[in-house]
Each structure stands twice: as structure tokens, then as C-alpha cells.
């Protein structure tokens, strides 16, 4: 025999549901008495048993402690244990007659323990945490079942852990405790109901963190499934002797009457007044395609609250609800309601529950499902309301439209991102890493922490290896942990002319994986990549951006094959467990069909330019306006840049603006597509100072709820269609692209490493012994020398940069004193001063260095330099490299598709360059010098190749001395007095 519970939709719903056409697993509760062999305790076991298959990671081994009384009780009652210190002051025995000093009493104190059910007292102690031990083994004692139940307690245990829970709630003894559940007794105790003091089991469910853990340990899927956890509570409460359940609803009440003084006492202790309160909820329609809306609820004194969301979700009453678990942070009270699905109903002693494709078809609330991440039927309300342990009387706050939307957003991958940017229309998740003084908004390891946190997944899992020599493989582990502090010294000063401390050498190939796990430690998602020549915080960085690209590209394709973007995960190093991905995110992606309900049949923007005819539709949007001088400054691939930006949403033909967002300062880096692509199109073609107004399409109602905030609930009753959002943007300034931010994102190895491995091998041919590196910056050719096995036993730095030459000694210092011994290197000097200006230190070297320096001084000064280092100091070799020019177009090509071929003249790579030759150019220069000078020149250079147009990105000039013997003889040594010797000596090391 088969009865309904309630009927929590009206036909309204019923016709809804045939209107989305959509099976959605349904639930049914059988009667044991039918199926005779099946038990309870035959419940299904859970699918996903907990796989312990990762020991090896430090940070995730369980330790176990020893387990004190109080922890004892932690576990059984969690924070329905409730301790009270009493202070007790001892009399003091006076030891010593005739004290006229009064002897100060000594304080003790005395812990107070409840628990539902139970209250014990401790004896005094000195000290506080003495006396709560002392209570909790008292507790532990007298109630000789407790015992110390650890998390992987059988689901049988649970199931009987259960029933005494359940069944404690309705004693005399848990009356007198401290419970959010009080609050709902309270109201029991003086409400007119069917049988005396009887409690909706939602009441139960919604207060009782212990009750919810057990029905996880029960069944797992409890965890997402809020009909099971009240279907188990329902089972426990028929298990108990001491209680009863009704047979139309979901309530539970006490067999024996409580004591008059219980009801006396409960009576008298009224809690704080709440009057007659309003407060703001939201009603979350199960139909898609009805919008969500503010809902008033009239919360009184005399008025029930969870009656009052029944009566608003129309069904009788308290016990024909359902409530979510807390929603959002776990603090609040922020629950979703909704009416007990229609399921069929059977009287028996027991019931089974059991997930089918059964003949019922439920409807699945899909908004408030993907909120909840639990299974949520029906038209839903979302409150935050509740009897807490915070506060004596019912707490509520209101929940406004907005931060729905917000908290909707925030669970998407990119939507964290846009969300902390404060530029919802405006910011993208980046696609690309670039560096963290690149990066602007929340770190990519924090983003994609954030968002398995809002999955209820465990934190990623960075392990970091570098491979220094095949044998010795370094090991980070990094967690949650904030990062090193190779992060913090990402950017130390360094002047304006500085590339950066450049890890050059080989050792730096770092590898990074990136594991996502479930809850229970179920692999979902493994990232693996290489990645050269970068410091080991941006790995980890990238790598996590990846990862939550990819997750961003299953979230936005829902109805691509987890199959497919499997493979298009392993041809970006990400090995996806499909099944698992599917177990943890079939809840998300089932109800995600939301974001698809943008109304965007047909584009508005496409009617504008129908009306419009003179307007150019491009790259998703009609630009309006440019306005202002071109400055000559334009934002380059690579640039940060700033803008100021407002967005309002507008309707055509009507000159009414609605702003729903605007940003005076809003910085990123252009090319990477950390804005949306009519953002970066459109900038791309401004220069500082110009501003322009362009209009798109609108994207998703939500997404402009959530940009409209608090005032969004104005947009409510707008109909949004033939609408656009129309942009105006200026660029307030550009950041010029750093020279070495382009050479390592278009070369690899990088160029600055290319140039080592340049001077390196002409080191090794020519056996040189000493080296000159002429404007050696912050040391990064000296230091990275040192990695190479190389002729050179001396070596020197000469700059006119203080602090790159301070940087330099650092390094250098670090890198000998790690190398002593194993380095051929015995004497290495820095020296501040001019390399246009002679000094005897560095004469005669066998080799002279001279990178990427010469287009930082004038054009004469450059001259004079290559005259006084072929002239004077005369090294056997001297190597110059310099940018080409001719190559710029290509490093500051920009990813704007409809960027027109500039015609003005290309900017050099750095602010500081004074010059940047053509290969015509330099050559002209080297081989006047060489000529002049008694060397022979050859050229060649990194990036690029010599014959394919426009030739080397870096162009080097090799100079050979023609004749070993004939300084010049104006230069001869001297007499020691006289040579010049206007270097200052900045840092020496000697190993002798
Ligand atoms: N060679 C280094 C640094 C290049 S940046 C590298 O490849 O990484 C240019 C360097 O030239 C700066 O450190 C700057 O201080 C230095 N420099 C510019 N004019 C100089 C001069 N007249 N004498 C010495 N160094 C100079
Ligand atoms: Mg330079």
C-alpha cells in the first residue's frame, strides 16, 4: 500500500516540469515488508568508500592523538557539547594565628558540562582546562556507551550512534542544555500541535552538525542529498523506543510526557523578544525560466519562522519542508527550503531508501541545487535565518538578490576572479602567466584553491621538481601554505635599466604537478607541466592557472563529453579522471544549464547596426567613438596598462543610461586576455590620453545582476531584451612592455639565455682565462658563467649602476662560495665605473663581454666605447650584442585581431634604449671599428636566424684581435704611475 506524502507542487510546478522535458533522478522509499530480504542494515554500501591511496604526501598523513576526554566528547557530541567555568573561591586555612593581613582566598574553578542529555559537574581545579577534562571524563564515564568513535566508524555504528542522538534531543536533560535546537522546543513546548512537543524533523536536520555527520557515515550521498538526511533521521527516530513519528509528515515527539518542572522551567526562561521583524529572503522558482525574486518574510514572536517558509512555499506545514545544509560561509544561517518531495510513502517499521530512474519524476531546483551543491525539489527559499549558538534568540539577516547572484558566480572558475576584480562585464580569468608583477587580481594558486574549496574538494596539491642533475631531484611540497619567499623577492628594487635576476643556467627546468582530490582522496585531476627557465612561485602559478582552465572550459562546454576535454586536458599535460570528474561535478553540471539562458535568440546588436548602417559590426562589438589626440604612446603585447572604464546597460532608442559598473583605475596586462576580447581589441587601438565608447551584446542576466549590486533589484522588472551594454573606456597610462618580458615569452630558451650560451662556447674555443663583462648589470652573464664548465680563472664586472652591481656581488658572492673548489674560477672582481672611460684593470683580457649595453648609451658614446675597448683595453675577443631593430615588429606584434599595420615607426624594446640599429646599422658600426682598430669582425646573433628575414632578434658582433703580439702603441704599458685607474673596486673574491 502506497500513500503520498503532502504535495509540494501545485500544478503549476507539474506543468513546468513537462515543460522542461528533463529526467531527473528521483527517489523513492520502498517498504521493507514488501522486500523482505532487505534490511537496513543492507544499505547500499556507499559507492565512494573512502580510498586511503595517497599516503605518501607528507602533509596529508592522519596522525592520531592521544584522544582525551574532552576530545572524546568533541567527537560524539561535537558543538552540542557545551562547557561553563565557574570560579569557586577555597577557604583559605589560616595557617598562622594572629595575621592581621587578610589572606586572599584562592580562586578555583569548576567546570559545568551539557550535553543533550546528560549534565555533569567537575570538582575544582586550579586551572581551567583541568576542570573541563575532569567534566568531560566524568561525562565519558557515566555514560558508559560513549565511546572514543573515530571518523571511519562503520556506517552500522552511525546508524545506531544515530537512534541515541536523535533520542537524547527529547530528555528532560537536553531541555536545560544549550542547543540551537532549544529554540526549536521552545516553540514546541507552547505550540498547539497534534502531540505535545513535537519538532519537525527540518528543525533537527538544519541544527545538528553531529546528525549530519552521521548520515554521511550512513550513506554518503547524504552529504549532497537533504531528503536522505531527514529520511534517515525519520528511520532513526521509528528505531527508538522512546519516540514517535507521525504518518503525514516528517515530525517526532517524545512517548513519555516531560516532567511539569521541565515545561515550567523551558516556559519561564523566555529568550530575547524578537517583535515583528521583516526579513528579506529570496524565492528561488524551480522553473528556469521564472526569475528569481525577493521574498519578505513577517517573522513574529508568535509566528513559527519554519511555518512561516511553509506557508510560503504552500504546504501545510513545518514538517513538510526540507532545508539545505548552510549555504555559502559556514558561519551564517543560510539555508535553502523546500517542500518534501512527492514520493511514495508506505507504512512500515523500516524504510529503505534508494536512489532509481524510477516511475517518479522529481524536479530538481536546478539554481538552488548548484548553490547547495545538494539535490534541492522544487520552488526553493533561501533564508538566513535560524536558532544559532550565537545568540539566544532567532538570528536572521537579510539576503539580498545580489549576493545571490554573487555567490552563483563565485563557484564558475573565472568567476572568483571577476569577482575580486570588482569588474564583473570588464575582467577575464587570464589565459596566460606571465609573472606576478604581471599578474594583477588574486594569485592563480589562491583562485584555484578558492574554487576546489567551493566544490568541497580537498586543496591542490603543488609538488615542485627541479631537475638539477637526473640524480638529485629537489622536493617541494607546497599546500595552502603562502608561497616562499622566492615570491617575495620577485621584483627587489633593481634599477630602471634591470632585466631582472634571470636564473640562467640549466638547473632551473622546473616541473610542477598539480593534484586535485576529492573529499575523499579520490585523484580528480592531474596536472603535470615542464616549464624552463622561471622561478619556482610562478610554475606553481601557472600550473594552477592550467588547471583552472580547464576547469573553466568544462564548465563553459557542459555539453562537450568529459571524454573530449579529457584529451584536450592531455594535450595540455592534464590527465583527467573522468569518472571521477563526473561523480564531483554531475550536480554542478546538471544545473548549470542556467548559464546557458542567456537571451540572446537574437542579438540586439545585430538590430542596432540594421538601424544603424554606417556602423561596423567587428569583433563582437559597434565602436561608437574614439576620441581625443593620439599621444604616440600605444599599449603594446606585453604592456600593462591602465584604463578607466564604465559600463551601462542601455536600450535602444532610449537615451536612459543604467550604469552598472565603473572602474576609475582597472590595470592588466594586454595579450594575455585578462579582459574580454572587445576590451582588448578596442585598447589596442588607443593611445594614452584617447578614449572610446563601443557597444556589445549583453551578456547573461545574472552576470548583470551580480555587476548591478545592491541596486540590482531596480534591473528586476526589466525586460532586458533589445538592450546593450555600452562601454566607454580612456587609457590612463601604459607601462612599457619590459625588454625582458618579451624575450622570455617569444623565446626559448629565452634570449638572455641564448647570449650565455653564445658567450659560453666562444669562451671554450678560444680557452680564454679572463673575462671582461663591460656593463655587467646585475651580474646575470658572470653568475650564470659559473654554471658552465668553463677555461676562465678570472673574472670581471664593470658597470656604472650601484645597485646592479650590489645585486651582482650578492650573487656572485652565493654562487662561489657554493661552487669553491669545483670552479676553475680563482679571482673575480666588480668595478663601478664607465667602460667609456679607460682603466688598466681591465686591459689585455682574452675576452670582453658587452651585452644588450650599448643602445643605453648615446650614439657617440657608443663609439667612443668600441674605440676605448678595441683601443685601449684590447681584449683577444670582444662580443657585442645589441637589439635589432628590424626584428621589433615582431615582439610587439599585437593579439588584436583588427589592429592595422601601424605605419608609424616601431618603439624600441625598452624606455631606456637610446638607439636601436638595423643590421645595417650595427655593421656599419663594428666593421668602422674594426678596420680602424687592427680586429676582424664576424656577426651573428640569438632569436631568430641569420638568413630568414628580418634576421637575429639580438645581433651580435664578434671581434677578433688580428695579431696577438702588437698592442696599440700609444697604449703600451707605462710606467705604473701612469696608467689610469679611475674604477672604484665594488666586491673581490679570491680562492688561492
Ligand atoms: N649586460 C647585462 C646588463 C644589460 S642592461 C645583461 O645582459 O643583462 C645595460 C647595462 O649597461 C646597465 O646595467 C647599465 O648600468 C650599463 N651601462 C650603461 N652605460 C654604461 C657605461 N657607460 N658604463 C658602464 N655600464 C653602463
Ligand atoms: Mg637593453
Redesign the pocket.
Known amino acids: 500500500m502506497r500513500k503520498r506524502w503532502g504535495d509540494p507542487f501545485n500544478t503549476a510546478s507539474i506543468t513546468n516540469k513537462s515543460i522542461s522535458g528533463k529526467h531527473f533522478p528521483c527517489f523513492e522509499i520502498f517498504e521493507i515488508g514488501a522486500n523482505p530480504s532487505v534490511s537496513v542494515e543492507e544499505f547500499p554500501q556507499p559507492s565512494e568508500t573512502v580510498i586511503m591511496e595517497y599516503p605518501e604526501q607528507p602533509g596529508l598523513s592522519i596522525k592520531r592523538p592521544v584522544i582525551t576526554p574532552k576530545a572524546v566528547i568533541h567527537q560524539k557530541f561535537g558543538s552540542s557539547a557545551n562547557y561553563r567555568i565557574e570560579e569557586v573561591k577555597e577557604d583559605v586555612e589560616n595557617g598562622c594565628p594572629g595575621l592581621t593581613i587578610p589572606q586572599q582566598a584562592k580562586i578555583l574553578y569548576r567546570c559545568h558540562l551539557d550535553l543533550p542529555g546528560l549534565s555533569v559537574t567537575s570538582e575544582p581545579f586550579s586551572r581551567k582546562k583541568d576542570a573541563e577534562q575532569s567534566a568531560a571524563r566524568i561525562a565519558v564515564e557515566k555514560q558508559l556507551h560513549i565511546q572514543p568513535s573515530t571518523s571511519d566508524s562503520t556506517p552500522e555504528e552511525a546508524s545506531k550512534e544515530l537512534v541515541e542522538r536523535i533520542s537524547g534531543f527529547f530528555t528532560d536533560g537536553f531541555l536545560s542544555s544549550s542547543h540551537p535546537l532549544i529554540g526549536h522546543f521552545g516553540v514546541a513546548l507552547k505550540a498547539n500541535r497534534e502531540h505535545f512537543g513535537m519538532i519537525p524533523i527540518s528543525a533537527i536536520a538544519s541544527c545538528d552538525v553531529k546528525v549530519n555527520n552521521l548520515c554521511k557515515i550512513i550513506i554518503c550521498k547524504a552529504e549532497s542529498d537533504p531528503l536522505l538526511v531527514s529520511s534517515l533521521i525519520f528511520n532513526a527516530a521509528r528505531k527508538s523506543s522512546e519516540l514517535c513519528t507521525a504518518d503525514d509528515g516528517l515530525w517526532i515527539w517524545k512517548k513519555v510526557p516531560y516532567s511539569p518542572e521541565t515545561i515550567a522551567s523551558v516556559n519561564s526562561c523566555d529568550s530575547d523578544s524578537l517583535g515583528f521583524t521583516k526579513i528579506q529572503s529570496l524565492h528561488i522558482p524551480c522553473s528556469i525560466e521564472e526569475n528569481v525574486e525577493p521574498l519578505t518574510l513577517d517573522v513574529s514572536d508568535d509566528n513559527y519562522y519554519l511555518d512561516l517558509i511553509a506557508q510560503k512555499l504552500n504546504v501545510r506545514d513545518s514538517s513538510q519542508i526540507l532545508v539545505s545544509r548552510t549555504v555559502g560561509k559556514a558561519s551564517s544561517e543560510l539555508k535553502l527550503y523546500f517542500p518534501l518531495p512527492h514520493v511514495p510513502y508506505c507504512e512500515a517499521s523500516s524504510y529503505l531508501y534508494r536512489r532509481t530512474r524510477g516511475n517518479v519524476e522529481l524536479m530538481l531546483n536546478q539554481r538552488a541545487s548548484y548553490l547547495s551543491g545538494q539535490y534541492i525539489y522544487g520552488n526553493a527559499i533561501l533564508a538566513n535565518i535560524g536558532y544559532s549558538w550565537k545568540t539566544t534568540s532567532l538570528y536572521h539577516e537579510n539576503v539580498s538578490i545580489c549576493s545571490y547572484y554573487r555567490m552563483l558566480l563565485a563557484k564558475v572558475p573565472d568567476g572568483y576572479y571577476k569577482l575580486s576584480r570588482e569588474a564583473i562585464l570588464v575582467s577575464e580569468l587570464p589565459t596566460e602567466y606571465t609573472g606576478r608583477s604581471n599578474w594583477r587580481g588574486p594569485t592563480p594558486k589562491d583562485l584555484l584553491s578558492a574554487f576546489c574549496h567551493q566544490h568541497r574538494l580537498l586543496e591542490p596539491v603543488f609538488s615542485v621538481t627541479s631537475n638539477d642533475t637526473e640524480s638529485s631531484v629537489s622536493h617541494t611540497l607546497v599546500t595552502s601554505s603562502p608561497l616562499s619567499s622566492t615570491e617575495v623577492i620577485d621584483k627587489i628594487g633593481g634599477?630602471r635599466?634591470?632585466?631582472g635576476h634571470r636564473n640562467l643556467d640549466n638547473s632551473d627546468i622546473f616541473r610542477c604537478k598539480v593534484k586535485i582530490l576529492s573529499r575523499k582522496m579520490q585523484l580528480i585531476l592531474e596536472g603535470s607541466f615542464a616549464d624552463t627557465n622561471r622561478k619556482e612561485s610562478d610554475v606553481i602559478h601557472s600550473s594552477a592557472l592550467r588547471v583552472l582552465l580547464w576547469f573553466d572550459k568544462y564548465f563553459k562546454q557542459l555539453d562537450i563529453p568529459v571524454e573530449t576535454l579529457s584529451s584536450f586536458g592531455s594535450a595540455h599535460g592534464i590527465t583527467v579522471s573522468v569518472e571521477n570528474v563526473r561523480k564531483e561535478f554531475s550536480l554542478y553540471l546538471s544545473t548549470l544549464g542556467l548559464k546557458q539562458n542567456y537571451c540572446l535568440e537574437n542579438s540586439s546588436l545585430e538590430s542596432f547596426c540594421k538601424n544603424h548602417p554606417d556602423r561596423k559590426l567587428e569583433n563582437g562589438m559597434v565602436m561608437l567613438s574614439i576620441d581625443g589626440l593620439e599621444s604616440g604612446i600605444f599599449p603594446l603585447h606585453g604592456s600593462l596598462i591602465c584604463i578607466g572604464c564604465a559600463v551601462a546597460l542601455v536600450k535602444i532608442g532610449d537615451p536612459e543610461k543604467y550604469y552598472l559598473e565603473s572602474k576609475d583605475e582597472f590595470e592588466f596586462e594586454v595579450g594575455t586576455g585578462a579582459v574580454i576580447y572587445q576590451i582588448e581589441a578596442c585598447v589596442t587601438q588607443l593611445s594614452v590620453n584617447q578614449t572610446a565608447q563601443f557597444v556589445t551584446d549583453i551578456p547573461s542576466r545574472d552576470v548583470i545582476l551580480v555587476a548591478a549590486g545592491e541596486t540590482a533589484k531596480h534591473l528586476l522588472e526589466m525586460p532586458l531584451h533589445n538592450c546593450l551594454l555600452e562601454y566607454t573606456l580612456k587609457v590612463l597610462r601604459v607601462a612599457e612592455p619590459l625588454e625582458d618580458r618579451m624575450e622570455q615569452a617569444f623565446f626559448n630558451p629565452s634570449l638572455?639565455k641564448q647570449?650565455v650560451m653564445f658567450a659560453v662556447k666562444h669562451i671554450n674555443e678560444s680557452s680564454a682565462a679572463t673575462l671582461v663583462?663591460?656593463?655587467?648589470?646585475s651580474g646575470?652573464?658572470l653568475d650564470s658563467l659559473l654554471d658552465h664548465a668553463t677555461s676562465l680563472e678570472k673574472i670581471v664586472g664593470?658597470?656604472?649602476?650601484r645597485k646592479?652591481l650590489t645585486r651582482a656581488a650578492k650573487i656572485i658572492h652565493q654562487k662561489l662560495s657554493q661552487i669553491s673548489g669545483m670552479s676553475s674560477i680563482k679571482h673575480a672582481v666588480l668595478y663601478y665605473?664607465?667602460?667609456?672611460v679607460p682603466d688598466s684593470h681591465v686591459f689585455g683580457f682574452d675576452i670582453g663581454t658587452c651585452?644588450?649595453?650599448i643602445e643605453?648609451?648615446d650614439e657617440d658614446?657608443a663609439s667612443l666605447?668600441g674605440n676605448i675597448a678595441l683601443g685601449t683595453f684590447c681584449p683577444r675577443i670582444l662580443i657585442v650584442s645589441t637589439p635589432n631593430y628590424e626584428y621589433n615588429p615582431i615582439l610587439q606584434r599585437s593579439a588584436a585581431p583588427t589592429m592595422e599595420e601601424k605605419t608609424t615607426p616601431c618603439k624600441f624594446r625598452n624606455h631606456d634604449h637610446r638607439f636601436e640599429w638595423t643590421r645595417e646599422q650595427f655593421e656599419h658600426w663594428a666593421i668602422d671599428l674594426s678596420a680602424r682598430h687592427n680586429y676582424h669582425v664576424e656577426f651573428s646573433g640569438v632569436g631568430g636566424l641569420a638568413d630568414v628575414e628580418p634576421g637575429f632578434a639580438s645581433q651580435i658582433a664578434v671581434f677578433r684581435r688580428n695579431s696577438n703580439l702588437c698592442l696599440p702603441a700609444e697604449e703600451k704599458p707605462k710606467m705604473e704611475e701612469d696608467l689610469p685607474r679611475p674604477y672604484e673596486l665594488i666586491w673581490e673574491w679570491s680562492n688561492s
Open positions: 634599477d635599466l634591470d632585466v638572455s647570449r663583462d663591460f656593463g655587467c648589470g646575470s652573464l664593470v658597470d656604472i649602476s646592479g665605473g664607465s667602460i667609456t651585452l644588450e649595453v643605453h648609451m658614446q666605447f
